[in-house]
């Protein structure tokens, strides 16, 4: 249109503005004399007219031709619309003519025009090649969408093909990658990565599913045969009391297991994030250090604390709380009578640590891998009692806080290197 | 198959071309209409260019052949190109004084 606009539109306005200088002009010629004045004017333009397009009529008061080149006044000229085009004859071929009417106020009425006949054809072959250009143009438009068309099919069947793999329940494909690590390549590595993380939470799921059934399914026996035994064989009244009592305590664990397999799940889908709150780790630490020194004394073994002043964090105050408590929970049941558990804060440049070190056992390299899955107990603690949720719970709990939990050697290379649990969490 | 081809081919072109020729509409007359005539393109109009001239004073040579001309195409039945003739033969005396 634009380029309509300025070739071909423009040979219509350029018409226009000739036939309006003209027409102001004659109009000019009458205020300034007489009728004859403007007769002779327009006489004297259609001799001196080389170019043969000038077209005039002039009428009087009675209809009267007075001067011009038209045969007639033509029916279009007393419409409303001072413009027109009109049809033309000339030499008996049709032609087109652009005319303005002006009325003189005298009665005189005046058309002024042009043969636009030569213009007409320059538009046609200006329109003629227009259209050859814009179908060009449409042409190489729709041959360069179809090759991007093609193009991207070809980069993204990969995609849908693995897409359409896992959507039938196979979760094994992956979208091989090229060597171009262009966008295509980084949709396939977010995809893949996205799909080892499914089927890493697939695996986790079912590995749970499975703890939950083989870990509480002995309990659960254990808690039945206790009851057989007792309605089989309670001699009195206190007997089968004491046996309910017992029941009621195995099933009080089971719920306890569950509870924490909740905790567990609403750690990890971030439900309690909403509860953080800009917090000083140090008060709750001593607190929590004060118990539980208590409570080694009674089993003689020592609690160490170093606690610095303030430990200022954002966070979940009894989260963190609950996770401290599993720590010293499992380093007081791992470290022998006389041993030392020692609880050790620092504030770091951009971090908190929490370390609790033990003089127990220590854990394997393979096992360190495994610890924080749910229900997993290493060989060498299967003999203590646990549910083998506790570290599960820290390591969610970390994940919450943006944080990390390391395991280390208390005292490496030793007979019992011990083992040292460190939260990391960022500071305030 | 290959005139289908090159219908398919050509029909942007002439969508093109109907859309221009329906923005700018070529003028028609009515069936029942005479058509305006130019009036100037005839052998009277000759004459009266030829008088005008005559009446010029002292038009060059070049410029009475150029008139000769343009009347010797009049007669032998060129109108137009006679009469093109003439008022350029016109426009020089015009100049020319």
Not at chain 1, 9 to 26: H, K, N, Y
Not at chain 1, 169 to 180: A, F, I, N, Q, Y
Not at chain 1, 240 to 251: P, S
Not at chain 1, 375 to 393: E, K, Q, V, W, Y
Request: glycine residues 8%.
């Amino acid at each position: 249109m634009v380029l309509w606009w300025n070739t071909a539109g423009a040979l219509d306005r350029q018409v226009e503005a000739s036939i309006r200088a003209d027409a102001t002009a004659l109009v000019e010629r009458r205020r300034a004399g007489d009728i004859g004045a403007l007769v002779s004017a327009i006489e004297d333009r259609l001799a001196l007219d080389v170019a043969n397009e000038a077209l005039y009529l002039l009428l009087g008061p009675d209809n009267r031709r007075l001067a011009g080149n038209l045969s007639a006044w033509p029916v279009e000229a007393s419409g409303e619309q001072p413009w027109m085009r009109i049809p033309l004859e000339r030499d008996g071929a049709m032609t087109e003519a652009r005319l303005l009417r002006v009325d003189l106020g005298d009665g005189h009425r005046l058309l002024v025009g042009r043969d636009v006949a030569e213009k007409l054809r320059l538009r046609a072959l200006l329109s003629e090649g227009i259209a050859w250009a814009a179908s060009a143009s449409a042409g190489l438009a729709v041959l360069g969408a179809w090759l991007l068309r093609r193009a991207l099919e070809n980069r993204l069947r990969p995609v849908y093909r693995t897409a359409a793999a896992v959507a039938s329940g196979d979760l094994s494909p992956r979208v091989p990658l090229t060597e171009r690590g262009d966008e295509f390549d980084k949709l396939g590595a977010t995809m893949n990565a996205m799909l080892d993380r499914i089927a890493q939470l697939m695996e986790g799921v079912r590995g749970v599913s499975d703890a939950i059934a083989h870990d509480l399914r002995t309990p659960i026996a254990r808690a039945r045969a206790k009851l057989e035994e007792a309605q089989a064989s309670a001699e009195d009244e206190a007997a089968l009391r004491a046996a309910i009592e017992q029941g009621i305590a195995d099933l009080d664990g089971i719920a306890r297991v569950f509870q924490a397999v909740l905790r567990i799940a609403e750690v990890e889908a971030g439900a309690r994030r909403a509860a953080f709150r800009p917090t000083d780790l140090s008060p709750m630490l001593a607190d929590v250090a004060e118990l539980y020194g208590a409570s080694a004394e009674a089993h003689d073994q020592h609690l160490v604390a170093e606690i610095p002043e303030r430990l200022p964090l954002v966070g979940d105050r009894d989260l963190l709380g609950q996770a401290l408590v599993n720590l010293l929970d499992n380093a007081l049941k791992f470290t022998p009578e006389g041993g030392t558990v020692r609880l050790a804060a620092r504030l770091g440049p951009d971090a908190v640590e929490i370390a609790v070190s033990d003089d127990g056992p220590g854990m394997p390299e393979a096992d360190r891998r495994r610890a924080g899955e749910r229900f997993f107990r290493a060989d060498s603690a299967r003999s203590t009692p646990g549910s083998g949720l506790g570290l599960s719970l820290v390591r969610a709990v970390a994940a919450l806080h943006a944080g990390e939990v390391l395991l280390t050697d208390t005292h490496p290379g030793a007979e019992r290197p011990g083992l040292t649990v460190t939260l990391r969490l960022p500071s305030a | 198959m290959a005139h289908d081809a090159w219908m398919l081919r050509l029909a942007p072109l002439a969508f093109v071309l109907l859309a221009t020729q329906v923005a700018m509409p070529v003028a028609m007359p009515a069936a029942n209409e005479t058509p305006v005539r130019v009036t100037t393109d005839s052998g009277a109009y000759c004459q009266e260019l030829v008088v005008r001239i005559a009446a010029q004073p002292n038009p060059g040579s070049d410029i009475r052949l150029l008139a000769e001309e343009g009347k010797r195409l009049c007669e032998t039945g060129h109108v137009r190109t006679g009469i093109a003739k003439l008022r350029r033969a016109l426009r020089a005396t015009q100049q020319g004084s």
